[in-house]
């Protein structure tokens, strides 16, 4: 074991480090950025429009609505990276990584977009009369070369399914429990086994019964969160415009030790403002695209659209906040590391154990959310891989995997998950750029139309 972990150590390391997925990412972003002539830029508000507000296509073919195919995305992606990985970043990049976790963000919203766009267009109806998409499902129907596609599409799903045992559940049920347990005392198993009851009365009713959930349960978790860190900056409100722009100095300039943080160069800044910006939005990993693939709608941009504004609710504005209140409180300086950058934050501004108790219960709906979003990824990528009959197994595979998350070290998970994301964005990547003339035509010919609607 304790040579399998070195080589996964080794293997997350050059995957996930500066010479492979992290410059892929980044460019692949760019790349769409240019070839969708900053169409995250100019059609933000109507994409927020949609997805806020309209928020449902009536008559149109699928199993949600835009709303909940969203807030299911959401699910998957607002979680631990938003608490853990911003002030991680912070505390090893300096308050400068925040700047490039912002870039990292808006060129990810042009892959969010394409990931959502080519996964409605591809997508199929399978046994259960449900709508099925994702890179999978784009990369074996959409590649010209069908041996290339399929081979491509298959390596995405087998990744994404072990994938999802880790990232999006073992680990965040370790989380949680730790979180719970350090709160209020409930014992690890204990909180493992109500994970365990939740997310089987939440997955095994489908994507209906998750897109409900998630529905209800994400907008409160985002709401109260915002609302705490929203507090936090309103005690600190005299520090936050000095804090911003020591965002963007450090990010350009280094930055200076002070207090318990040793200090950070412009490429540490760099390195880990992008390395958690895309660990947060998963911009490029292709998850998203499964659920935008299940949305009601008839148009294939409108849902990418709609898709595109998770990034921009994830990394702009939850991020961010996250961001400005460690470094308006100068918690990033206390030598501490993680969750416990963003408790001393939080409990700088508020009275007691409160700031504790806050980051305990937000991390637990994180964490919840994020393990049923992730469960309808491993579960669809299991039904392409081996049937829909193996559905079911898969989600009492990963039901049990939650409560022995909870009991257990996961630092051996946590390399693996590390390893299975990297990989399961490289064949992901490859077909946004074999796709991206599509994505592209798609969208001009979407957005004449609108022009000439009366």
Known sequence: MTELTAWLDAASSFIWGPYLLIPLLLATGLFLTIRLRGLQFTQLWPALYTALIVRREHGAEGDISHFQALMTALAATVGTGNIVGVATAIALGGPGALFWMWMTGLVGMATKYTEALL?????????????????????????????????????FALFTAFAAFGIGNMVQSNSMADAINNAFGVEEWITGMVIAVGLAAVVLGGIKSIGRVTGFLVPIMIAVYMLACGYVLVVNAAAIPDAVALIFHDA?????????????????????GVARGIFSNESGLGSAGIAAAAAQTNEPVRQALVSMTQTFIDTIVVCSFTGIAIVATGAF???ENGAAVTQLAFASAMPG????????????????????????YGGRSIEYLLGIKAVMPYQVAYIVAAFMGSIYSLNFVWLFSDVMNGLMALPNLVGLLLLSGVAARETREYLDRQKNLP
């Not at 994702?134 to 081979?151: E, F, H």
């Not at 350009?252 to 880990?272: E, H, K, V």
């Not at 154990?353 to 309808?376: E, H, K, N, P």
């Open 119 to 155: 996964s409605v267009k591809y997508r199929i109806t399978d046994e259960k009369g449900e709508q099925a998409g994702g890179p999978m499902y784009y990369l074996s129907r959409g590649i010209k070369n069908k041996a290339v596609g399929k081979t491509l599409g298959a390596l």
């Open 252 to 272: 350009f300039t280094g930055s200076a030790a002070t207090g318990g943080f040793l200090g950070a160069t412009i490429a540490q800044a760099m390195r880990f």
């Open 353 to 376: 154990v409160v700031g504790q108790v806050v980051i305990a219960v937000c991390l637990a709906m994180f964490a919840f959310s994020t393990m049923i979003g992730w469960c309808y």
């Open 333 to 335: 300086t206390s030598g």
